[in-house]
């Protein structure tokens, strides 16, 4: 059965009915458009029980990748994630370059957005089974996109690499074969899972060809997904109409509707629009109505603010929640871009100009320079993707460890960075592994010979506390720096994929307070270790989103 409402209270109680009405203890496979809604879905139908068992939880792409897992191990496959199919179409784009096969694309082929739009556009075509020969049949450009989706399958094939098509593909296969798996036939319910290829549609329809008994739920004006539904042979389709009365319920239920204008109700102040002069102000204005609302006896966790470009956003409104005593949970981060990943960035490009200075104190200035300095053992993170990692948490610090009396000296040198960044400046570094070490050593040198100067005139002048201080600093930048140099200069001019994440991982580990994040964005590469030679700047245009 498909339950189509604009509400969404209206389909989650008919979702958690359909739970209700299995078995006690029964299980049940929940798939849902993303992991927290299918979590918060679970927490909904435990709370009024005392105990809960069965709940499968997955999103579809996890579902594919559990099921599809025994057939790509047993064909010697690895799941490609979309950080690591951007690789492959950079690989695929920088081929097609040097061989002067995409003449059209050739002007903006090596523009940083290219390989991601382009591992975009073909992923798409890969889940909607067009092949190449069909794209060469079309007008201009469509022969050099051919050419290009062509490359991009024997990187795939080349690094044995399943992405998400194969991948849907492959679990399609194994529901249809009655793979022995638990999950395979039991009731399904589906959580406003978007079906937006053939290759999604014909998974879906497999599952629910297998399940016992089945639910969907779809949102009101998802016409792509109902279609799909309507393709598959969904007959039983309820309507439910929007709980909520007044201008909320008008809302629900005409938003998404290209027809004729909702017809005319009465005024209540159940919608409120606003408009403020600016993003900041906006904000200000939504934690403003957060309390107005709380007043009211709302609770703030059942509030929800849904942003169109949190990227713009969700800075500002931590700040104004913070401000208004608001507490808050950010579903995606709040912190873009984020610091540690800024100054991982930072390192790349100074490694890039010639070891440049001004893009180490760019890197400097982001107060990422760990606390324990020397330490390069790069702790393990999973992969947040849901192809490879699932839903853990990558961005946990690592807990604390004791410190002895010289690492707590270092850590306080290393908790002011602007003290090195004006140390870099007095020693006038431009770049070059070699003129690193000399202006650094030329400055410890000019400042002993100060303070030998001004000893000899007046032992107890104070200006002699503040130029060992600056000796100190100066110490401190070389024993972290130099080594930093050291490792960037050795960065090869092309390698491996595999060969560029041991030495970006170690690199992290070794720079980085917070490496974590870099750590989680790397492992997703780890599929295309295969893959290459890849360049510096290849790499940097892949991590750099």
């Given at each position: 059965?498909?339950?189509?409402?604009?509400?969404?209270?209206?389909?989650?109680?008919?979702?958690?009915?359909?739970?209700?009405?299995?078995?006690?203890?029964a299980?049940?496979?929940?798939?849902?458009?993303?992991?927290?809604?299918?979590?918060?879905?679970a927490r909904?139908v435990?709370?009024?029980?005392r105990?809960?068992?069965?709940?499968?939880?997955?999103?579809?792409t996890?579902?594919?990748?559990?099921?599809?897992?025994?057939?790509?191990s047993?064909?010697?496959?690895?799941?490609?994630?979309?950080?690591?199919?951007?690789?492959?179409?950079?690989?695929?784009?920088?081929?097609?370059?040097?061989?002067?096969?995409?003449?059209?694309?050739?002007?903006?082929?090596?523009?940083?957005?290219?390989?991601?739009?382009?591992?975009?556009t073909v992923?798409?075509?890969?889940?909607?089974h067009?092949?190449p020969?069909?794209?060469?049949?079309?007008?201009?450009?469509?022969?050099?996109?051919?050419?290009?989706?062509?490359?991009?399958?024997?990187?795939?094939?080349?690094?044995?690499?399943?992405?998400?098509?194969?991948?849907?593909?492959?679990?399609t296969?194994?529901v249809?074969?009655?793979a022995?798996?638990?999950?395979?036939?039991?009731?399904?319910?589906l959580?406003?899972?978007s079906?937006?290829?053939?290759?999604?549609a014909?998974?879906?329809?497999?599952?629910?060809?297998?399940?016992?008994?089945?639910?969907a739920?779809?949102?009101?004006?998802?016409?792509?997904?109902?279609a799909?539904?309507r393709?598959?042979?969904?007959?039983?389709?309820?309507?439910?109409?929007?709980?909520?009365?007044?201008?909320l319920?008008?809302?629900?239920?005409?938003?998404?509707?290209?027809?004729?204008?909702?017809?005319?109700?009465?005024?209540?102040?159940?919608?409120?629009?606003f408009?403020?002069?600016?993003?900041?102000?906006?904000a200000?204005e939504?934690?403003?109505?957060?309390?107005?609302?709380?007043?009211a006896?709302?609770?703030?966790?059942?509030m929800?603010?849904?942003?169109?470009?949190?990227?713009?956003?969700?800075?500002?409104?931590?700040?104004?929640?913070?401000?208004?005593?608001?507490?808050?949970?950010?579903?995606?981060?709040?912190?873009?871009?984020?610091?540690a990943?800024r100054?991982?960035?930072?390192?790349l490009?100074c490694?890039?100009?010639?070891?440049?200075?001004?893009?180490?104190?760019?890197?400097l200035?982001?107060?990422q320079?760990p606390?324990?300095v020397?330490?390069?053992?790069?702790?393990?993170?999973?992969?947040?993707?849901?192809?490879?990692?699932?839903?853990?948490?990558?961005?946990?610090?690592?807990?604390?460890?004791?410190e002895?009396?010289?690492?707590?000296?270092?850590?306080?040198?290393?908790?002011?960075?602007?003290?090195?960044?004006?140390?870099?400046?007095?020693?006038?570094?431009?770049?070059?592994?070699a003129?690193w070490?000399?202006?650094?050593?030329g400055?410890?040198?000019?400042?002993?010979?100060?303070?030998d100067?001004?000893?000899?005139?007046?032992?107890?002048?104070?200006?002699?506390n503040?130029?060992?201080?600056?000796r100190?600093?100066?110490?401190?930048?070389r024993?972290?720096?130099?080594?930093v140099?050291?490792?960037?200069?050795?960065?090869?001019?092309?390698?491996?994929?595999?060969?560029?994440?041991?030495?970006?991982?170690?690199?992290?580990?070794?720079?980085?307070?917070?490496?974590q994040?870099?750590?989680?964005?790397?492992?997703?590469?780890?599929?295309?270790?295969?893959?290459?030679?890849?360049?510096?700047d290849?790499?940097r245009?892949?991590l750099?989103?």
């Amino acid at each position: 059965m498909i339950v189509l409402s604009p509400d969404g209270s209206a389909r989650l109680a008919a979702a958690e009915a359909f739970v209700d009405a299995l078995p006690a203890g029964a299980e049940v496979l929940v798939v849902g458009a993303g992991r927290q809604a299918v979590d918060d879905f679970a927490r909904r139908v435990a709370r009024p029980r005392r105990a809960v068992v069965g709940l499968h939880r997955f999103t579809l792409t996890q579902l594919a990748a559990r099921l599809a897992a025994p057939a790509l191990s047993a064909a010697g496959l690895a799941p490609c994630p979309p950080l690591a199919a951007h690789a492959v179409a950079a690989r695929a784009t920088f081929d097609a370059l040097a061989a002067g096969a995409i003449p059209f694309f050739a002007p903006v082929a090596r523009t940083p957005g290219f390989s991601r739009t382009l591992a975009t556009t073909v992923g798409e075509l890969r889940e909607a089974h067009v092949a190449p020969q069909t794209l060469a049949a079309a007008s201009a450009p469509g022969d050099e996109v051919a050419r290009l989706l062509t490359g991009y399958a024997a990187q795939l094939d080349s690094a044995q690499l399943a992405d998400r098509a194969a991948l849907l593909s492959t679990a399609t296969a194994a529901v249809t074969a009655a793979a022995p798996d638990g999950l395979i036939g039991l009731p399904l319910l589906l959580l406003d899972v978007s079906i937006a290829s053939s290759a999604e549609a014909t998974l879906v329809a497999a599952l629910r060809a297998a399940a016992s008994q089945s639910l969907a739920t779809v949102a009101a004006g998802d016409e792509r997904t109902l279609a799909a539904w309507r393709r598959l042979g969904a007959e039983a389709i309820t309507e439910l109409s929007a709980q909520s009365q007044g201008s909320l319920g008008r809302l629900q239920t005409y938003l998404f509707v290209e027809a004729d204008p909702p017809p005319p109700g009465a005024d209540d102040d159940a919608v409120r629009i606003f408009s403020a002069p600016g993003e900041g102000r906006e904000a200000v204005e939504i934690a403003r109505a957060a309390r107005v609302e709380a007043a009211a006896g709302t609770p703030f966790d059942e509030m929800i603010v849904a942003l169109r470009a949190p990227e713009g956003y969700t800075a500002l409104l931590e700040s104004a929640f913070r401000r208004a005593g608001v507490p808050a949970y950010f579903a995606r981060g709040v912190r873009r871009p984020n610091p540690a990943g800024r100054a991982f960035l930072a390192l790349l490009a100074c490694a890039a100009e010639d070891l440049s200075a001004a893009r180490f104190a760019e890197y400097l200035s982001l107060a990422q320079v760990p606390r324990r300095v020397g330490g390069d053992v790069a702790p393990w993170s999973p992969p947040r993707d849901d192809m490879v990692g699932g839903s853990a948490s990558s961005e946990e610090a690592a807990p604390p460890q004791e410190e002895s009396a010289a690492e707590t000296e270092a850590a306080i040198a290393a908790a002011a960075p602007w003290k090195w960044e004006a140390l870099l400046t007095d020693a006038a570094v431009i770049g070059g592994a070699a003129r690193w070490a000399r202006r650094i050593d030329g400055l410890a040198r000019e400042l002993a010979l100060r303070a030998d100067e001004l000893a000899a005139d007046d032992p107890e002048a104070p200006r002699l506390n503040s130029l060992a201080r600056q000796r100190a600093q100066l110490d401190h930048l070389r024993e972290f720096a130099l080594p930093v140099i050291e490792r960037l200069a050795a960065l090869p001019p092309a390698a491996t994929w595999g060969e560029w994440l041991e030495r970006l991982r170690d690199l992290a580990a070794a720079t980085l307070q917070t490496p974590q994040p870099v750590l989680a964005v790397l492992a997703e590469l780890a599929p295309m270790s295969a893959v290459g030679p890849a360049g510096l700047d290849e790499v940097r245009d892949v991590l750099a989103e």
